[in-house]
């Protein structure tokens, strides 16, 4: 060790260098996310191993791994059944055999009768009697004594073997005291250990340490980890905040004439939510710094009135506003809606796909650029490179998790006068609030938890394919009835081929079967055209029955329709079924949803139609959700570009969470360089994700 990081240490200032990491290894390290002492102290076990106590051969029991101090009888290279190193050993009470198929020659030169030997692994009953294969072994004298503290097992890497990064840690921990970010105060009244002393404990958990709670991450050693990291990422946020504060936006001020015009002309009133999330964005329009808010709402609550409201808006002021939409079936839906409530108005609406004529797009674009249309929608087409909005003051994205980073930025540099426009993203996908607080921290939420009045309760059905003769009964019925029906074809996740060939087989098998019914067929394959004008026959009832792929899944919105199948259901994700189902229910029709399950179910399969059956409450169903699947996979999530957290877990976590959100707020003003230490040590390099 070199004598000034000697000194350092010994004076108690951390030292910062890496401890004998050249340029090979310190790759490897890279390749596990180490890029420096404090990645390196951070790089925690991921288990124990117990090796502070011997077994006796004859205490073990099958299947529970130990360790055990033996001798070593005799060694040979046997060749039945195959080539292999056995060794046969002993301790006071038994015996054993070892057995490795693979070694090298200096194992076996390690293996010499007498020599004594610490072994780790299960012994079973095999070919030899009691043996264990492969046991991870260690040459030691008679008397060495055992360790006092659990082994770490860390994560590692190809090349680079787990005792030499034991090694590396240790030899850092040895000279590095790890500098505690938060003030002793707060430490104390939280009830938080330090921070050197949580990693020093993880590292090498004292011999009273209660395994379990080393295990399932609750030790105190834990929580103050997980704290701290929870704390680095609302801190970081926040950041990203303050930052979106500083930067310039049209102030939208508006007389309020047309979107009260808007309002007076609509059949229904707004629901209290509506309002209250439409004051809020009004609010923020006003602002002279950029809106960016998330509008929530389960699918049906209504926030495509909100959106146009905004836009509406946006024109009074003056200014353009623009919306985006994934699909161009959705994207049509909102312009239609628009085309019929903003031209009486007086407001122009422009439409721009990417499937249009070039002449009509070319139309489209100069109505745009010469200001004459205030409003556009459209797909990502609305982003493409020639399309200019002059005066862009608000842009607003549907099912904003559909898009990526990029794109959702993309509309953001479309500001005028080097302002950014406000930006209003909606979603139908709940995100339980555990989620919200991390992911989403940076934004602000309007909420509609509200459903328009005059809805009747969707009724689930879960029903096995033996009945579907039953199925296509009721369809009947219910369309001779005057009602519409969606059947949503299976979803083959390997192949979109398959996926096609499956619609167009169900769509012949239920037009045949119901010959007295118009039936659709809408599938992501066909052409703009085709897909619109079947849509447009659906909508004016002119097709009773439309058989689709998940093409439908957001946004399509037919009061009339009030029956929904979806076969093979169990291949669904909650989210998709929950949109699915919510494509009906959306006017006064009592209506039905009937999931078709294929037997055998899958556990998770079960799970899942147990929580959809169960729940129609949306927040319901993502809290489940991300119980099933952990919030790593959760849409959008990692698209919001937010660091994934690696120890702290949101749902078991949640509490810690809430307290790091009040902290990060006092430090950030308080103690800003505790708050630049925390960023540094958890998020060095990486928070330039935060940005977008
Ligand atoms: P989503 O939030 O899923 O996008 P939509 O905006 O498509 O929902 O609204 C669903 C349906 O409810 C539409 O037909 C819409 O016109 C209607 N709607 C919206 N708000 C109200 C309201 N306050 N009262 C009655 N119907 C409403
Ligand atoms: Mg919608």
Redo the contacts with the bound molecule.
């Keep these: 060790m070199p004598a000034s990081v000697e000194r350092a240490a010994a004076a108690g200032a951390p030292a910062r260098g890496w401890v004998g990491v050249g340029p090979q290894l310190a790759g490897r390290l890279a390749k596990l996310d180490i890029r420096g002492p404090d990645d390196l102290l951070l790089h925690l076990p991921l288990r124990y191993e117990d090796e502070t106590r011997l077994t006796r051969i004859r205490d073990a029991r099958p299947g529970v791994a130990g360790q055990f101090q033996v001798q070593v009888l005799s060694t040979e290279i046997s060749a039945r059944p195959r080539r292999q190193l056995v060794a046969r050993v002993e301790d006071a009470s038994g015996g054993l055999v070892l057995r490795f198929l693979n070694f090298y020659p200096s194992l076996q030169k390690q293996l010499v009768p007498g020599a004594w030997l610490r072994i780790f692994g299960e012994v079973r009953d095999g070919f030899f009697g009691a043996e264990m294969i492969h046991p991870r072994l260690r040459v030691v004298s008679e008397d060495e004594p055992l360790p006092d503290s659990l082994t770490p097992i860390y994560p590692t890497t190809a090349g680079l073997a787990q005792s030499a990064l034991r090694k590396l840690i240790d030899r850092q921990l040895r000279v590095d005291r790890v500098a505690e970010p938060l003030p002793p105060m707060l430490l104390e009244r939280l009830g938080l250990m330090g921070f050197d002393a949580a990693l020093r404990t993880l590292h090498h958990p004292p011999p009273d340490a209660d395994p379990a709670a080393l295990e399932d991450r609750s030790h105190p050693a834990w929580q103050r980890i997980k704290f701290d990291e929870v704390l680095a990422q609302q801190i970081s946020l926040r950041r990203a905040y303050a930052a979106r504060r500083q930067r310039n936006a049209p102030q939208l001020v508006a007389t309020g004439a047309l979107t009260g015009a808007l309002l007076d002309s609509?059949?229904?009133?707004?629901?209290g939510a509506?309002q209250r999330a439409w004051g809020e964005i009004a609010t923020d329009l006003a602002s002279p710094h950029p809106m960016q808010r998330l509008l929530q709402?389960?699918?049906?609550?209504?926030?495509?009135?909100?959106?146009a409201l905004a836009m509406l808006h946006a024109a009074e002021a003056g200014f353009q506003a623009a919306l985006m939409a994934p699909t161009e079936i959705l994207a049509e839906?909102h312009y239609l809606?628009l085309a019929e409530w903003l031209p009486p108005l007086g407001i122009q609406v422009a439409w721009l796909s990417g499937s249009q004529k070039k002449r009509e797009r070319t139309a489209m674009q100069a109505l745009l650029a010469s200001g004459e249309a205030m409003l556009a929608v459209g797909t990502h087409a609305l982003i493409e490179d020639p399309v200019a909005f002059p005066r862009l003051g608000l842009a607003v994205v549907?099912e904003q998790h559909r898009f990526g980073v990029r794109q959702r930025l993309s509309l953001r540099e479309k500001g005028f006068d080097g302002a950014s426009p406000h930006m209003l993203m909606?979603s139908?996908t709940p995100i339980p609030r555990t989620l919200a607080m991390s992911y989403y921290a940076d934004l602000d939420v309007s909420v509609?938890d509200e459903l328009?009045?005059?809805r009747t309760p969707i009724v689930t059905k879960l029903v096995s394919d033996a009945r579907r003769e039953e199925v296509i009964a009721r369809v009947r019925d219910a369309c001779v009835a005057g009602r519409q029906a969606y059947w949503v074809c299976p979803l083959i996740e390997e192949s979109e081929a398959l996926q096609l060939q499956t619609a167009t087989e169900t769509f012949e098998v239920l037009a045949a079967a119901l010959p007295a019914l118009r039936v659709g067929l809408l599938h992501g394959r066909m052409k703009p055209a085709e897909k619109a004008a079947t849509m447009a026959a659906f909508v004016a009832g002119e097709l009773q029955l439309l058989v689709a792929t998940t093409v439908i899944e957001v946004?399509v919105?037919v009061?009339n329709a009030s029956m929904m199948v979806i076969e093979h259901a169990e291949r669904f994700g909650l989210a998709q079924l929950h949109q699915l189902r919510?494509r009906v229910g959306?006017g006064s029709a009592e209506s039905v949803c009937i999931l078709i399950y294929a037997q055998p179910l899958s556990q998770t399969g079960r799970q899942r139609l147990k929580v959809i059956f169960e729940h129609t409450d949306g927040f319901e169903i993502a809290r489940e959700d991300l119980h099933l699947r952990g919030p790593g996979e959760f849409v959008g999530a990692r698209q919001s570009g937010v660091p994934l957290l690696r120890f702290a877990d949101l749902e078991a976590d949640a509490a810690l969470v809430e307290t790091a959100r009040k902290v990060a707020e006092r430090l950030q003003t308080e103690a800003p360089q505790r708050a630049d230490m925390l960023l540094s040590r958890w998020f060095a390099g990486r928070e330039g994700l935060l940005r977008a």
Excluded: C, E, N, W
Excluded at 266 to 271: A, E, G, I, S
């Design positions: 609509l059949p229904f009133t707004l629901t509506q709402g389960d699918v049906g609550s209504g926030k495509t009135i909100v959106a839906q809606k549907d909606m139908a509609l328009p009045p005059g946004g919105d009061p919510g959306r």
